[in-house]
């Protein structure tokens, strides 16, 4: 089974503070992705990466940063935390047939 | 236009009955199609794929896909209580080959 695993399910972090949300998936995948998920707005793709060091902008990627130095390894970076930015945020990764698996989610609230 | 259209819902049919939940998408390039299903609280799950035009049938679950319409269908039959939840369905867009997810259809299916 493809695990996809998320560092946090929730945290409360200040408006202002620098956040690090980690994805970690198992199963050899090329392309890692981060959406965050809103009422009424669906997954909304922030950046996406097809390998190692690369990576691409999604839809809404203003406010986000990634770092992917280890093939399972995806990291969302808020450089500096608003309240506009509390949502949950899923990590995926996708197989050859452009299959995504998601993991858990972070519930992330910035007060 | 939206990308991706689903009816939010919530879609109400009584145990035992079909449901069908519809989807349109825009990008004509479209090659591939994805069901998701998302319990409350929880992170997508995928039900089914879908590449070729007709139907799919996967258990109590059936995916159509009509290209020349942009129309993609998920059937459950004999639904369930535990078959309640949010239906997100995810074409394949663009160049950069990525899921396109609509904001989905939720489901209720009652006693």
């Known amino acids: 089974d493809v695990k996809v695993t998320q560092s946090s399910r929730y945290l409360v972090k200040r408006t202002g503070e620098k956040v690090f949300l980690e994805c970690v998936q198992d199963m050899d995948h090329e392309n890692m992705f981060w959406y965050r998920q809103d009422p009424g707005l669906g997954l909304r793709l922030i950046y996406f990466s097809y390998d190692v060091k690369m990576k691409e902008k999604g839809d809404i990627p203003e406010g986000y940063s990634v770092s992917r130095e280890k093939k399972e390894r995806f990291s969302l970076i808020l450089e500096s935390a608003s309240t506009n930015q509390t949502s949950m945020y899923l990590c995926?990764?996708?197989?050859?047939?452009?299959?995504?698996?998601f993991g858990p989610g972070t519930r992330l609230t910035v007060l | 236009q939206k990308e991706v259209e689903q009816n939010s819902g919530p879609l109400s049919v009584p145990e035992g009955a079909i449901a069908s939940l519809n989807c349109t998408y825009s990008?004509?390039?479209?090659?591939?199609f994805f069901w998701y299903r998302q319990y409350s609280g929880k992170s997508p799950e995928l039900i089914m794929s879908?590449?070729?035009?007709g139907d799919k049938e996967d258990g109590r679950f059936t995916a159509q896909l009509n290209k020349a319409s942009q129309y993609v269908s998920l059937l459950i039959r004999d639904s369930q209580p535990s078959d309640s939840a949010t239906y997100l369905c995810a074409p394949v867009t663009g160049t950069a080959s990525k899921l396109t997810f609509g904001t989905g259809t939720r489901l209720q299916v009652t006693l």
């Open positions: 879908i590449y070729s035009n």
């Open positions: 990008d004509r390039g479209s090659q591939s």
């Open positions: 995926a990764s996708d197989d050859s047939t452009d299959t995504q698996y």
